[in-house]
């Protein structure tokens, strides 16, 4: 298997024509799934004992089981939080993957992780945190928003020997994204969610929360998570008066901007994160708003060296990474894990290829096409917006549809291979969701989707 021979130089010929023919495609064809029993079917066994050879595989996977997929870049792509990385940072991560680096540690991967290190710098920078602070890409904002659960836990342990062995507690909102509550059983911590009178969650309703907690569940208090661009509808927490509370209160301030992070690059939104500044940790996903493959999160932190206390692994042949004569940045030392490619160097590539203004410029596009698609759902007698456009994400409903409507609606496109637009729910109504991503979507698209609402 480890020999280099002609086959295996035809089939590096084979894939990276279809990699080249994929970069290229400017129409990507919108697949759509199919059930395990229909792609039995039609490709077999796969894994056998004598094997079915790379040319039959690569064959079997570009005519059948790639159109059982969406791709994420597809323009009329609109559900969930797409992405479109960009053909830069998709042509790194072969190089990546072929690399073979290992980025835990500095001994080992110091050239992957001065690159990671370089795209982190400016990612730091759009944030405003103070000097010293500092991050590392994770698999994911699920992973980046538990690597930051476990440092504020532990900070909190360590503070007071009291707090060792006692449940923890944290505090967030309605509109947090799921995985806060997913990785705060992880960790075995409790979650008391905030109900808002607005959309998004105030400093003043943080405070009144904090003050109906019981002298004992006080005490457990150990983080505030606030949202900066809900997944849900772009909503953005009143960060700044959230950060004067968890000062005020002593508790450990992170910021969840998984998705809406891309847009503290937008000078025509950026005043909204304002606060974010303040934070003890933030989450951005550079496989959403920044054009990464996937899978790319990162996790800031204000003060490294309280992560650094939590996650930091200790086993006799990890030692050595710890010896003057291998001093340098540990990835591992940040977050939850210790085996991690380095992910960060597609961002790397692509930035230095285009550098950070045709970022913001892209970026800006989303938004754009947010606000164009809001105004063409105004002018339309049979649709009604739920709420204005917020960052790059539009809700709004189709006059006297029912759920199974919506429904239908949606997999009726698929199949059709027009667009994937998902409903989603709002306030207990059933409605339809818009997120721009992707900088390739034009308005003709947007007026392809609405057309089929009647």
Not at 304 to 313: F, G, I, P, V
Not at 332 to 356: C, E, K, N
Not at 395 to 417: A, I, M, Q, V
Request: aromatic share 8%.
């Amino acid at each position: 298997m480890h020999t280099i021979d002609m086959d295996l130089v035809e089939m590096t010929l084979d894939v990276m024509k279809y990699t080249i023919d994929r970069i290229s495609n400017l129409s990507p064809e919108m697949g759509a799934p199919k059930s395990e029993t229909e792609l039995f079917n039609m490709v077999g066994e796969t894994v056998t004992a004598e094997g079915i050879g790379g040319e039959n595989a690569l064959q079997l996977f570009r005519d059948v089981l790639v159109k059982a997929t969406v791709p994420i870049d597809h323009p009329r792509h609109l559900a969930f939080v797409p992405a479109a990385p960009t053909r830069a940072a998709i042509m790194f991560d072969l190089v990546t993957s072929a690399s073979s680096i290992h980025g835990a540690y500095w001994m080992e991967g110091a050239g992957g992780i001065f690159c990671e290190n370089q795209a982190m710098k400016w990612l730091v920078s759009l944030t405003g945190l103070p000097e010293g602070a500092f991050g590392v890409f994770t698999s994911g904002g699920t992973a980046a928003n538990l690597s930051a659960m476990v440092a504020a836990r532990e900070n909190w342990r360590n503070r007071d020997s009291q707090n060792v062995g006692k449940k923890a507690l944290m505090l967030t909102s309605h509109g947090a994204h799921s995985s806060i509550q997913a990785m705060a059983k992880v960790i075995d911590a409790d979650v008391v969610m905030i109900d808002c009178e607005e959309e998004n969650l105030s400093g003043r309703e943080l405070q009144n929360a904090i003050n109906e907690l019981e002298a004992k569940d006080r005490s457990r208090l150990f983080a505030v998570v606030a949202t900066g661009g809900t997944t849900n509808a772009g909503i953005i927490d009143e960060l700044d008066t959230i950060a004067d509370i968890c000062e005020k209160e002593n508790v450990w301030f992170h910021v969840d901007c998984a998705y809406g992070g891309g847009a503290l690059a937008a000078p025509s939104v950026r005043h909204l994160f304002n606060g974010v500044e303040r934070a003890d940790s933030i989450t951005i996903d550079p496989h959403k708003w920044l054009f990464s493959p996937y899978d790319c999160g990162a996790v800031i932190y204000k003060d490294l060296e309280l992560a650094k206390r939590a996650h930091s692994q200790k086993g006799a042949y990890l030692e050595i990474f710890k010896d003057e004569g291998a001093q340098g940045f540990n990835p591992a030392d940040y977050q939850i894990q210790l085996t991690r490619r380095v992910r960060g160097m597609p961002l790397w590539f692509s930035l230095a290829m285009h550098g950070t203004n045709k970022y913001r410029e892209a970026i800006e596009t989303g938004i754009s096409l947010a606000q164009i698609a809001e105004k063409k759902i105004a002018n339309r007698k049979n649709l009604e917006l739920v709420r204005p456009a917020s960052l790059s994400v539009v809700l709004f409903r189709r006059k006297g549809w029912s759920p199974d409507e919506y429904r239908d609606w949606t997999y009726k496109n698929h199949r059709e291979g027009l667009a994937l637009v998902t409903p989603t729910t709002w306030k207990k109504e059933t409605v339809i969701r818009f997120c721009f991503i992707n900088p390739d979507t034009t308005e003709e698209d947007i007026d392809m989707i609405l057309d089929t609402l009647g």
